[in-house]
C-alpha cells in the first residue's frame, strides 16, 4: 500500500514552458487535492476533486488546470508556467468518511521555475 | 474572509517538557479542525482532530483543546521528544466543501536535547 505518490519530485522549468504533475492514490479515496506551500507559510488549496470526472476551485486556482479522469489519480497541469509558481506542491487524497476524515498527502513535488 | 493563523512562529523546550501550540482561527463555520506534523523535506502527517461540536480530544501523548467562545485551537504534547521536532499546522476542514483545509501559517518546534 503505497499510500499517495507524486510524480516527479523535483523539476526545473523556464517561464512559459508547460507540465503536468501526476498524483496517484491507492487507497479507494474519492476526495483528491492539490496544494502549493510556499517557504514560512502553510499549505494553500489549489484544486480539489470530489469524484472521478468531478474538480472544483479552490484558493488559489489561477495559472492551474486539473484532471481526474480515473478516480486513482489528480493531475495538475501548468500551461505557460511563471516564476510565481515556484514552490512545493502536495497532493492529498481522502475518503471524508465521517470514521475517517484525515486527508493523506503526499511526499511533495519541488518546482522552480525560472 | 476565511483565515487561521498561529500565535508563534517558533517555539523551543527542553527534551521531557510539555509543549503547547495555539492557534486562532476567524472562521466558525468550519466542521473540524486538524492538526499536522511536517518534517523537513515531507508531507503533512496526520497528528490529531477534533469536531467543532467537542472541546478536548486526546491520543496519544497529544490533546487537542478547542475553545469556540475564543475561537482558539491548542496541541499539547506531553514529554517532548527530538522526534517531535518539526513545523506544526492547524487546519480547518469543511464537510460541505469537500472536505476543504484552510491551514494556518505553522509553528516550528525545536526540543533541545
Known amino acids: 500500500n503505497a499510500g499517495v505518490t507524486q510524480t516527479p519530485k523535483f523539476r526545473v522549468l523556464k517561464t512559459g514552458q508547460s507540465m503536468t504533475l501526476l498524483c496517484a492514490q491507492d487507497?479507494?479515496?474519492?476526495?483528491m487535492y492539490w496544494y502549493r506551500q510556499d517557504p514560512g507559510m502553510g499549505l494553500r488549496l489549489i484544486h480539489y476533486?470530489?469524484?472521478?470526472?468531478?474538480?472544483a476551485k479552490g484558493e488559489v486556482p489561477d495559472g492551474y488546470n486539473v484532471s481526474r479522469l480515473k478516480k486513482q489519480n489528480f493531475l495538475l497541469g501548468l500551461e505557460s508556467a511563471a516564476p510565481s509558481q515556484t514552490s512545493v506542491y502536495f497532493c492529498?487524497?481522502?475518503?471524508?468518511?465521517?470514521?475517517?476524515?484525515?486527508?493523506?498527502f503526499g511526499p511533495g513535488t519541488r518546482l522552480l521555475v525560472l | 474572509g476565511e483565515s487561521v493563523g498561529l500565535h508563534l512562529p517558533t517555539l523551543s523546550v527542553q527534551e521531557g517538557d510539555n509543549s503547547i501550540i495555539n492557534c486562532a482561527y476567524s472562521?466558525?463555520?468550519?466542521?473540524?479542525f486538524i492538526w499536522y506534523k511536517q518534517e523537513s523535506g515531507k508531507g503533512p502527517q496526520f497528528i490529531i482532530d477534533i469536531r467543532s461540536n467537542m472541546d478536548k480530544r486526546q491520543g496519544q501523548r497529544v490533546t487537542v483543546l478547542l475553545n469556540k467562545t475564543v475561537k482558539h485551537l491548542s496541541l499539547q504534547i506531553a514529554a517532548t521528544q527530538p522526534g517531535d521536532s518539526a513545523v506544526y499546522f492547524c487546519a480547518e476542514a469543511y464537510y460541505n466543501q469537500g472536505g476543504k483545509l484552510i491551514f494556518g501559517q505553522g509553528t516550528e518546534l525545536s526540543v533541545k536535547p
Open positions: 487507497m479507494n479515496h474519492e476526495y
Open positions: 476533486s470530489v469524484g472521478e470526472g468531478t474538480t
Open positions: 472562521n466558525s463555520a468550519s466542521d473540524y
Open positions: 492529498a487524497s481522502s475518503s471524508l468518511d465521517r470514521d475517517e476524515e484525515t486527508q493523506y
